[in-house]
């Protein structure tokens, strides 16, 4: 990660076509309305639909046509600390859980079918962390520097993974943080 960075850091990297970078709103599920994930350039990219009125709080994560990708439900009798992310065309995409408590560092494991386990590390309260997959391969990073507008942070993907999915991931987490 150190050797990336040296080359160009995040910004030169998005330019060059890596990664993608997204900004993000806290706490989504208190909005209770819809919301749009804007990409680095300030255009639309996904759309949260906030749906506060149901009896469960639920975050659909759509497209910018408005095709459901993705949908998180808080669940009224599940397991503390552990929260699924379903497909639009319904199945599991991934199950995220939060790990032992860690005296620095929060720590969470998200399990994807198929793709095996990221691990997600770092201050997940202050949106400072990463995620990676297997030995140190970075999927994405969250962080508050790249943004400075009150209650926003930056998602940044690594090319190769599905975006949409990522920024579920980081929308569950900080709904299960908060």
Not at 5 to 13: D, I, K, M, Y
Not at 121 to 142: F, M, P, S, T, W
Not at 157 to 174: H, K, Q, S, W
Request: charged share 35%.
């Amino acid at each position: 990660m150190m050797r990336r960075r040296a080359e160009g850091g995040p910004r030169a990297r998005e330019e060059a076509g890596g990664t993608h970078r997204y900004k993000m709103k806290e706490r989504l599920i208190d909005i209770g309305d819809d919301y749009w994930i804007e990409d680095a350039a300030g255009e639309r990219a996904f759309k949260v639909d906030g749906k506060a009125l149901r009896v469960r709080n639920t975050l659909i994560i759509q497209s910018k046509e408005g095709q459901d990708l993705y949908k998180i439900q808080e669940r009224m009798l599940r397991i503390k600390d552990t929260m699924e992310i379903e497909k639009g065309a319904g199945g599991t995409a991934a199950t995220i859980k939060k790990a032992l408590i860690a005296p620095l560092r929060d720590r969470w494991t998200v399990t994807v079918p198929g793709q095996g386990d990221w691990e997600v590390q770092g201050n997940i309260l202050d949106h400072e962390y990463h995620i990676e997959a297997g030995r140190r391969e970075r999927v994405a990073e969250a962080s508050k520097k790249w943004f400075r507008i009150r209650d926003t942070y930056g998602v940044e993907v690594e090319p190769g993974y599905d975006d949409a999915l990522v920024l579920a991931v980081t929308a569950a987490i900080d709904q299960m943080a908060h």
